[in-house]
């Protein structure tokens, strides 16, 4: 779903700079597209559900960026249906910026690498933080019983729009 990507991402000051550097106009038929609904396919499901990480991004109330890498065993980012993903947030550190910037503003960017295939999926996305006492069946569907991990709630994003990204300069691992 470039489109609705683009729709988000191309910002006037991005078209002006795809407009300078000589990209605008293959850019442009992606936004001027009919609008189709924001759905994965059978190779996003596949991609998502493959991954033990990605990064997330969220915004601060100060207007600052937080990137975060958030990992787990295979499959412990599920899809629950064609719009929306969700994962259980395993305790860490405890500072909960994550969380925290996510009361105020509930946008969300993730980045899911795959290093040896030279495949990125871009998605952003609106999340809604689940308590294990407010769903316990969602909660119950994201937990690997076999992973070690506390659980404190779970993400839940609803996907707004996605794009693979460019292979060119992802460096095999």
Same mark, same amino acid.
């Given at each position: *779903? /470039?489109?609705?990507?683009?729709?988000?991402?191309?910002? %006037?000051?991005?078209?002006?700079? @795809?407009?300078?550097?000589?990209?605008?106009?293959?850019?442009?038929?992606?936004?001027?597209?009919?609008?189709?609904?924001? *759905? /994965?396919?059978?190779?996003?499901?596949?991609?998502?559900? %493959?991954?033990?990480?990605?990064? @997330?991004?969220?915004?601060?109330?100060?207007?600052?960026?937080y990137v975060q890498h958030r990992g787990g065993p295979i499959g412990f980012l599920k899809v629950l249906d064609s719009k929306t993903i969700g994962f259980a947030d395993f305790r860490g550190n405890r500072q909960y910026v994550s969380v925290g910037n996510l009361v105020n503003n509930d946008r969300i960017a993730l980045i899911m690498m795959d290093y040896v295939n030279r495949r990125r999926l871009k998605i952003f996305g609106r999340v809604g933080l689940v308590q294990k006492e407010d769903d316990p069946k969602l909660l119950a569907r994201l937990i690997d019983p076999e992973y070690p991990a506390k659980v404190e709630h779970a993400f839940v994003v609803h996907i707004e729009a996605f794009s693979w990204n460019c292979p060119q300069h992802i460096t095999p691992r």
């Open positions: *779903m /470039l489109h609705s990507f683009a729709k988000i991402a191309f910002t %006037s000051n991005v078209k002006a700079l @795809q407009e300078k550097h000589g990209s605008r106009d293959r850019y442009a038929d992606f936004e001027n597209e009919t609008d189709n609904p924001v *759905m /994965l396919t059978i190779d996003e499901v596949e991609f998502i559900e %493959s991954r033990d990480s990605f990064y @997330q991004a969220t915004v601060s109330e100060t207007g600052w960026p």
